[in-house]
């Protein structure tokens, strides 16, 4: 009767309950479905070593270091470096959306929070300038992207505490796919710029490159201080994700100064995030229970055995299912449901941890940007009002070349492995 969990789930989720109880109850009734229920008692053992994991101290910390900076100003300070950096080539102020989204990943690492904010700011300066709407709102979706890719990342977080894998690998691993990332966006808004004659900023526009970078140094810190802490063994990520809280505190202070109510707010918010993601995890950890029990794993492997796919078949295979995963779920709904089932097959298959978890993550977060779920261009529509399905289609390019970057990290696991070898972190 396994079969009846997939009906069941699609149930769930049509119902429109949260997605801790349509994973959790899913699990539950399927034990009994499949005449399991007496392996129940041991669950909340299975739920508890799921969460029992010292680096998920560092995700609320992450986010409220986030929630701090997005309400301290910060945002002006990183678009004034980005175009004292880059404002002046052809097509400027894309090249600033995209370098403002890098550094703005450094701080949130939240794909949602770097669309609203630069929505905001950089589509109305880019309209301005002579750039389409339609463009700047594409061009803004296609970057946000890179914030779940580099560190400090929560979706790598979430990932590692499932698959039980080292959060600092993770995100030292994160930071050559997101540079890549980065560039090949570049490549695509110089293309562009080229084609369509694109404005570049007077000399006189773009602040002078050293007061920009000193007023944005609170900032710019802050990935300096996560990546360089855990890259050197200063800290681990929680303790660097504590020391970000501080920096994160004190630069919002030192830009706009940091109301109490600000305060409050960032920790109700953090509080609200950590608790929907700790019990979606508790809802994996018996979904997990209940997919070991049933072997899934080994009929999945059974299955590409049979179908003759091999590790690179079976890569392609996993990276369409998680793409299209993406385009109709949100990140956490889709590696709650299918990283249990496919990871441990892909391990199997000889692909490493930590390649494998960038490899997922980029996939999911191409999803942001593709309809019909898009997050990241509804969020660039709504603020914007610009229609989703136009955008849809504008932002086609970049996702193109998004998922040819892709491509590349699938084959190529050196770009996302080097960095933690480099440094110890990962064999």
Not at 27 to 49: C, D, G, H, W
Not at 187 to 212: F, Q, T
Not at 299 to 304: H, K, N, Q, R, V
Not at 383 to 388: A, D, E, R, S
Request: glycine residues 8%; aromatic residues 8%.
């Amino acid at each position: 009767m396994i079969w009846l969990v997939p009906i069941l789930l699609a149930v769930l989720l049509a119902s429109g309950l949260g997605l801790a109880y349509v994973v959790g109850a899913t699990a539950v009734v399927s034990f009994l479905m499949t005449e399991n229920a007496r392996y129940l008692a041991i669950l909340p053992q299975k739920v508890f070593s799921q969460i029992s994991v010292f680096a998920l101290l560092s995700m609320p910390l992450f986010i409220l270091a986030g929630e701090l900076m997005n309400r301290g100003g910060v945002t002006k300070a990183l678009i004034d470096v980005s175009m004292a950096m880059v404002g002046r080539i052809r097509g400027g102020l894309g090249h600033v959306n995209i370098m403002t989204s890098v550094f703005f990943a450094g701080i949130s690492g939240s794909a949602v929070a770097d669309a609203a904010s630069l929505s905001n700011t950089l589509v109305p300066a880019m309209e301005q300038r002579g750039y389409t709407r339609l463009y700047a709102g594409a061009i803004t979706a296609a970057s946000s992207i890179i914030g779940p890719i580099v560190p400090p990342s929560i979706i790598l977080i979430f990932y590692g505490a499932i698959m039980q894998t080292s959060v600092a690998a993770l995100f030292v691993a994160g930071i050559l796919p997101g540079l890549l990332l980065a560039c090949a966006l570049f490549a695509l808004n110089g293309y562009y710029a080229v084609r369509d004659d694109h404005p570049r900023i007077e000399k006189g526009e773009a602040p002078p490159i050293l007061p920009a970078i000193a007023r944005a140094l609170p900032a710019l810190l802050l990935p300096l201080i996560i990546v360089g802490g855990i890259v050197l063994g200063w800290m681990t990520p929680t303790e660097a994700a504590a020391v970000a809280v501080i920096v994160a505190a004190l630069a919002a202070i030192f830009y706009e100064g940091l109301k109490l109510e600000d305060v409050v707010e960032s920790l109700r918010r953090t509080a609200m995030l950590t608790g929907s993601i700790f019990v979606v995890l508790c809802a994996i950890a018996a979904f997990g229970h209940l997919a070991s029990l049933e072997k899934v794993p080994q009929a999945i492997s059974a299955l590409i055995t049979d179908l003759g796919l091999g590790p690179v078949g079976f890569m392609l295979a996993m990276n369409l299912l998680f793409i299209l995963a993406g385009m109709f779920l949100d990140i956490p709904m889709a590696l709650a449901l299918l990283v249990p089932l496919v990871a441990p097959v892909a391990l199997a298959n000889g692909a490493d941890p930590v390649h494998l978890g960038i490899v997922i993550c980029f996939n999911l977060t191409i999803g942001l940007v593709s309809p019909p779920m898009g997050g990241c261009l509804l969020i660039v529509s709504t603020v914007t009002g610009l229609n989703y399905w136009t955008l849809a289609r504008a932002v086609i390019p970049f996702v193109l070349v998004e998922i040819l970057v892709l491509g590349v990290l699938v084959f190529v696991p050196e770009i996302s492995l080097y960095l933690p070898r480099a440094f110890g972190l990962w064999n």
